[in-house]
């Protein structure tokens, strides 16, 4: 059912709502709501779709004024300074380092507010929320009518990566909020000198159009947003928290989805994932792509490379030469604190604990000397401070009587990643991306697959992806439990997950991609409960993310080899004490045995979780439910053979055997 989304169909609900039709209409208001200084920044703006945009956001949300942020050190500094003033951040001790705190009732992802907006005819994503655009218009009327009365609207021109990559889109930021705007000069590239070449070049741009309103929690029930597919503008209203009002991050990126399963099949994807490049044996660079859910582990595996691009989003395209390239389309993280500390993020800790990097804290706690502090950093925490629930002291507890901890779970630090130690700037800027060779996929699975294994093929790659699980985070309001969530991506999914998966296989399988990756899956969260031992406690630690990384690196290089079961390749033990011993650590059999021993009930029980998902929804490739198959078939051989607990000496006799009775 591919091709059923339609750009610029329908009704344009933003220029309906501003009423602004001309050219001459939106000069004309914008000389009466702008100053000289911004009336000349806006003159240099040409692209007319672009000036009717701003203009109707302009007229249906009705400032007292207008601030356009050119990109400029003198508009930057402007823009810091409005914030600390307005009060939506507050200064804190340590040089460029100020704190942000959202509604205590705002935390995280207002999933149960957030909309499609769809035409009549448009189908979208099973797990995603969908509104009639006759009913979003009502909302967005009644509700954004206005709603900048008393404000500045704040409009910046930014780029969703390098100037000139093939894969970067340009974009609108349109906001009251001056901590927004402060995070997406920190997060992106300013493209307000070339804003109407780069509209040329790619063809479209994204338009993002927000405001908190009083930013009450009594507003909080009608916070809304609203992503319009078809005319790629997003509106968010009521809400401060950057997930629900930064929209060039998660809602251009859903649109960025769209573009690439129905515009751009089988030359373009866009991905919730980290890239970094790790140094193999002889010095050699190899850069990974690898999808997590929030708050699983992926800003912790990006910094482990030794050339780190970015923690969050990746645009990848099939480059003429055959190969996978990828960019970030951000220059900055928006990264959860909690366990950020020194033995685990070294490079992170510094550019937050020592002077020199630019940083908005949000939801930590401060404590009486103007220090933040949060959950897991590995320090001292103190006995009182202002967190997220206002005045906290040791002991605190809610309504329930649970205790509050010192911040909260979903607790950021937004910063520009040139203050990262081992971050790529030359590789992160270059328009033609970087070459990936790894592509890794991971969840929350405390009981069921092993640290790391290698798909068979594209095709048990793109399986992997489309199986992972997670526990429920605190990135989203309102989520409880394990959740599916295919290729870490699905929250950002708009339409059937039939079509992005369709596009999927037909991408990895391309005759274009000459040089292919190797797709893997990742597990950090196995537990000793799970294999023979008792409490929760992990496995592993996250130190051990290099060793897997590294032995992922060299099979890509064809330097190991692995043990093939039905679900993949695992690593052999001799290759993993090597790596381990390369990061001062012991690696007992023991523990290798107790990592990669296969629990065969628990493996089934998930293939048929995600297979009866999927068989409730419409149009999804054949290919997945034959790999799951392929799968359950090799599965029930070893069960039958060996019982439903298979050893890695049994699964090395199996594999020996299937070799053997190929070659008879």
Same mark, same amino acid.
């Given at each position: ?511 274009? @991609?000459?040089? *292919?990756?190797?797709?893997?899956? &990742?597990?950090?969260? $196995? =537990?000793?409960? !799970?294999? +023979?031992?008792?409490? /929760? ?100 051989? @070893?069960?039958? *053979?060996?019982?439903?607990?298979? &050893?890695?000496?049994? $699964? =090395?006799?199996? !594999?020996? +055997?299937?070799?053997? /009775?190929?070659?008879?």
């Amino acid at each position: 059912m591919l091709n059923v989304l339609e750009l610029k169909k329908g009704l344009d609900i933003l220029a309906k709502a501003g009423g602004i039709e001309s050219l001459d209409e939106a000069r004309a208001l914008f000389e009466v709501k702008c100053d000289r200084e911004n009336l000349a920044k806006l003159s240099k703006i040409t692209n007319e779709e672009a000036l009717l945009k701003i203009a109707n956001a302009i007229l249906m949300t009705d400032p007292d004024a207008v601030f356009v942020n050119s990109g400029s050190e003198a508009d930057v500094q402007k823009v810091r300074e409005m914030s600390l003033e307005k009060g939506e951040e507050r200064p804190l001790p340590m040089k460029d380092h100020t704190i942000h705190f959202d509604l205590a009732q705002e935390q995280a992802r207002i999933i149960d507010r957030t909309f499609y907006i769809v035409n009549e005819d448009e189908e979208t994503s099973v797990l995603a929320r969908s509104i009639p655009r006759d009913e979003a218009y009502e909302y967005i009327r009644t509700y954004m009518t206005g709603i900048a009365r008393g404000k500045t609207l704040l409009v910046g021109f930014f780029s969703r990566g390098p100037v000139g990559a093939p894969v970067a889109i340009p974009a609108l930021e349109i906001t009251t909020s001056t901590y927004v705007m402060h995070s997406a000069n920190i997060l992106y590239r300013h493209v307000y000198d070339r804003f109407d070449e780069e509209v040329q070049r790619a063809g479209l741009f994204f338009t993002n159009v927000h405001s908190e309103g009083p930013n009450r929690p009594e507003d909080l029930p009608n916070a809304r947003v609203f992503m319009d597919r078809s005319w790629l503008t997003t509106f968010s209203t009521f809400c401060t928290y950057a997930g629900n009002t930064l929209l060039l991050k998660k809602g251009n990126h859903r649109f960025a989805v769209d573009l690439a399963t129905y515009y751009q099949r089988e030359e373009k994807l866009s991905e919730h994932m980290f890239i970094t490049g790790l140094t193999g044996p002889g010095g050699r660079r190899t850069y990974f792509a690898g999808a997590a859910p929030s708050g699983c582990g992926k800003t912790t595996t990006a910094m482990v490379g030794t050339d780190f691009v970015g923690d969050d989003l990746a645009q990848m395209w099939i480059a003429e030469d055959g190969t996978l390239r990828a960019i970030n389309p951000e220059i900055g993280i928006f990264g959860i604190v909690q366990d950020v500390s020194r033995e685990s993020d070294p490079y992170l800790m510094k550019a937050l604990r020592e002077e020199g990097a630019e940083v908005i804290w949000s939801n930590v706690l401060i404590d009486e000397h103007g220090v933040p502090h949060w959950v897991g950093n590995g320090e001292e925490a103190p006995k009182k401070g202002l967190n997220f629930q206002g005045e906290w002291w040791e002991g605190k507890t809610d309504e329930k009587g649970k205790p509050i901890p010192i911040s909260h779970p979903n607790a950021r630090c937004t910063l520009s990643n040139s203050f990262i130690g081992n971050y790529d700037e030359t590789a992160a800027e270059d328009p033609r991306g970087v070459e990936i060779k790894v592509i890794t996929y991971s969840g929350r699975d405390s009981d069921t697959m092993p640290p790391v294994w290698v798909a068979k093929d594209a095709d048990h790659g793109v399986v992997i992806g489309a199986s992972v699980l997670s526990a429920a985070t605190a990135t989203e309001v309102g989520a409880r439990g394990v959740r599916r969530q295919p290729w870490a991506n699905e929250p950002f999914i708009p339409g059937p997950l039939a079509d992005y998966m369709d596009a999927q296989f037909v991408f990895f399988n391309s005759d274009k @991609l000459e040089s *292919k990756p190797i797709m893997a899956g &990742l597990n950090y969260f $196995l =537990i000793h409960g !799970a294999r +023979g031992g008792e409490g /929760d406690e992990l496995l592993g630690e996250k130190r051990d993310v290099k060793v897997w990384l590294g032995w992922l690196e060299r099979m890509a290089h064809g330097e190991v080899e692995a043990i093939e079961t039905p679900v993949g390749f695992i690593p052999k033990y001799e290759d993993l004490k090597e790596l381990f011993a390369g990061i001062g650590k012991e690696y007992p059999k023991e523990l290798y045995d107790k990592q990669f021993v296969f629990h065969v009930d628990n493996i089934l029980a998930r293939i048929d979780l995600q297979e009866e998902a999927y068989r409730k929804e419409k149009n999804i490739p054949a290919r997945l439910f034959e790999v799951y198959e392929e799968q359950r078939k090799g599965l029930e051989e @070893l069960k039958a *053979k060996y019982g439903p607990i298979v &050893l890695v000496e049994q $699964l =090395i006799e199996a !594999a020996s +055997g299937q070799l053997a /009775d190929c070659r008879a």
